[in-house]
């Protein structure tokens, strides 16, 4: 049993890496059409698609009737970030669910009546004129291209250049944070994002990406307090957060904590398999539990028959029963 126990924990801490296949079973997408201020859709217009719960950055462009359609995607909280030129024209927050085809058309026409009119503009777009500079929004978008071809120097030396000109900006402190986490510099993550949740203390996402990367740097008392106030902030994100932190006592060699997150992240989305697969394997460590343990692995095939992790629970399962 003792061996057994070993072994399937060295399975755990092989599988608890995967901190961002939370919730992946069913993909959504996103659809919608862009009309610009003359009234004709617009094509070729950037549509840049970024989570805001964990850092993930996708973009598209529009066809030639302005249209756009994104899917394949995990459910969660988005950002859309129309760009032309590499000037922002628009932006929207999104949440979507499994399965959604979530459609956001963008009417740039109600947006330059707003203008004209002077009564005031569209706060998603208030978020888009802050970064409209030119000399800052070309360093930023000079460290989103360097990002997604993954030259973390140059990306990291854009958004500091972008930071310095426009110090009150979150955006770029959470994409700089985002990008010493993609370079393993766990610490300068941390602190990066620790700007960014200071300029929007409300903001659940930045607290969850700033607990991954406290946890990442050894900080796990940090961590965990990050991720219980992302769950404060928006409960749609707890079972998230307690997700991610069950994984991160994992790495922290804390098996108990880990067992203890698991259960509180099934308090909030009762539905997610690779949670019980994770809390079915953290009960291994305690000999007393191996009962549970099984009817938790059971849970994830019953949740999950072909999932990612569904030969390692048949493996556990049967090996237990021996």
Do not use: W
């Not at 949440?95 to 503009?121: I, Q």
């Not at 070309?138 to 291209?145: E, K, P, R």
């Not at 028959?305 to 629970?313: L, R």
């Amino acid at each position: 049993m003792k061996s057994i126990t070993r072994c399937a924990l060295v399975v755990l801490f092989s599988a608890s890496f995967a901190v961002h296949t939370y919730s992946q079973q069913v993909a959504a997408a996103f659809a919608g059409q862009v009309i610009g201020k003359d009234g004709k859709p617009m094509a070729g217009v950037l549509v840049r698609i970024d989570r805001t719960d964990i850092p993930e950055h996708r973009e598209i462009k529009t066809d030639k009737n302005g249209k756009y359609y994104y899917g394949g995607l995990p459910n969660g909280s988005y950002r859309l970030t129309l760009e032309q030129n590499g000037l922002p024209l628009a932006v929207a927050d999104l949440k979507v669910d499994f399965g959604d085809t979530l459609t956001k058309d963008f009417d740039l026409r109600a947006a330059s009546a707003t203008e004209r009119g002077n009564t005031g503009m569209d706060p998603a777009l208030k978020e888009a004129e802050r970064v409209a500079n030119r000399e800052t929004q070309g360093a930023f978008n000079s460290g989103l291209d360097a990002l997604n071809a993954r030259n973390y120097d140059e990306a990291i030396k854009e958004f500091l250049a972008a930071a310095a000109k426009r110090p009150k900006d979150y955006v770029i402190y959470a994409r700089l944070g985002q990008t010493y986490s993609e370079a393993k510099k766990y610490s300068e993550a941390a602190q990066a994002y620790q700007k960014a949740v200071e300029l929007k203390p409300n903001d659940a996402g930045y607290y969850n990406s700033m607990a991954i990367a406290l946890g990442a740097a050894g900080m796990i008392e940090e961590s965990r307090a990050a991720f219980v106030k992302a769950a404060e902030l928006d409960p749609t994100l707890g079972g998230l957060a307690y997700y991610n932190l069950g994984l991160t006592f994992i790495h922290s060699g804390n098996a108990k904590d880990a067992t203890d997150s698991f259960r509180k992240s099934l308090s909030y989305d009762a539905n997610n398999a690779n949670t019980y697969f994770q809390l079915g394997l953290s009960l291994l460590s305690n000999a007393d539990s191996t009962a549970e343990a099984v009817s938790q692995l059971e849970k994830y095939l019953k949740l999950a028959p072909t999932g990612e992790f569904a030969n390692a629970a048949k493996q556990v399962i049967a090996a237990m029963k021996k």
